[in-house]
């Protein structure tokens, strides 16, 4: 079957089409080119949201990892401040130097060298040292 | 023309759906790798945001070459809280690849607020510590504890 481009001389269309005398052939080819690109964009684009929709990661997923994340900050945090507050501490118990009078009221009551000494104490003595 | 092109993008779109299951692997592998390079990132902010606290946190891990300084400072301790410490025995607990634990056994005699002194300063170390076990009695003239003490270290390379 050979297509002319002139007046009158276009073929019939196979399968008993009607004649397409009316129709340019250059424009049929424009024609179906356009279709084919419509049909080619539109399943493209239609793959292309469907791959959006796998690529998107769930809401609730990406929020997890964030939650996950900020807990372990507090907890890096937390354990920062309590290492440094320990050690603030640390530092002021070992340089408080305690007095003896602290030291006996500090002994336990159910010792037996602790009553006579919190005596003496109430009835205004200074505390003598304690023997080790 | 307008039908072969139509056949050529049927074809197509046919030979796509036929590959659809190698589609869908590929779609599941990179959803995955977006979501990896996400807790990276979030990974990293994470890091860049608590450097001093882990390095806080870091200097409170004994390290192999603290063990020495451990022991003086504990040493010290004795000598300033006026009691008689001694170290009786310090072995290596095994935690986990990275991490281990000291543990010291530690004796201290002296007077009962001496003691117990030296035993909160025990507890308060500038280290990651745990007391595993505490015993206090008294002696004849003075008392005297024994302090198991779990000190986290990393392990030697």
New interface residues.
């Given amino acids: 079957m050979k297509w002319s481009l002139k007046k009158g001389k276009h073929p019939r269309l196979p399968f008993g089409g009607a004649s397409r005398a009316s129709i340019h052939p250059v424009r ?2 424009l ?3 356009s ?2 690109m419509l ?2 964009l539109g ?1 493209a684009a239609a ?1 292309a949201y469907d ?1 959006r929709i ?2 998107v ?1 769930p809401p609730e ?2 929020e997890s ?2 939650v996950t ?1 900020k807990y ?2 507090r907890d ?2 937390h ?3 309590r ?2 507050a ?2 603030v ?2 530092a002021k ?2 340089g408080v130097v ?1 007095p003896r009078a ?2 006996v009221s ?3 009551e159910n ?1 037996e060298e602790s009553q006579p000494l919190a005596d003496q104490e109430a009835d205004g003595y200074t505390t003598p040292t ?3 | ?2 039908l ?3 056949t ?3 074809v ?2 046919y030979k ?1 759906e036929t590959q659809k299951d190698a589609y869908e692997t590929m ?2 592998e ?2 995955e790798r ?2 990896r390079i ?2 990276l990132t ?2 990293l ?2 890091l860049d ?2 450097n ?3 390095e ?2 870091a ?2 891990v004994l390290t192999e070459d603290g063990v020495v300084d451990l022991l003086a400072l504990i040493e010290t ?1 004795g000598r ?1 809280q006026d009691v008689l410490l001694s170290t009786e025995t310090l072995t290596i607990a095994p935690i986990n690849a990275r991490f281990e634990e000291l543990v010291a056994t530690i004796s201290v005699e ?4 001496s003691v ?2 030296t035993f ?2 025990l507890t ?3 280290y ?1 510590t745990r007391i595993q076990s505490a015993n206090l009695q ?1 002696t004849t ?2 008392w005297r504890g024994v302090f198991d003490i779990r000190i986290l270290k990393f392990k030697s390379i």
Avoid: K
């Avoid at chain 2, 002296?110 to 607020?113: A, H, P, Q, S």
């Fill in positions: 049929d080819w024609v179906g080119l279709v084919a049909v080619f399943g793959i791959f796998q690529f990661l997923a990406t990892t964030a994340m372990s900050e890096v945090r354990y920062a401040e290492f440094e320990r050690d501490e640390f118990l070992r305690v602290d030291i500090e002994v336990p010792t304690l023997s080790p | 023309m307008l072969a092109s139509v050529v993008c049927v197509f779109f796509l779609r599941m990179e959803s977006v979501a996400a807790s979030s990974l902010e994470t945001a608590t001093s606290e882990r806080t946190i200097e409170h301790l300033e002296g007077r009962y607020e117990m002194r909160e300063l308060l170390l500038p990651e008294q003239n003075n």
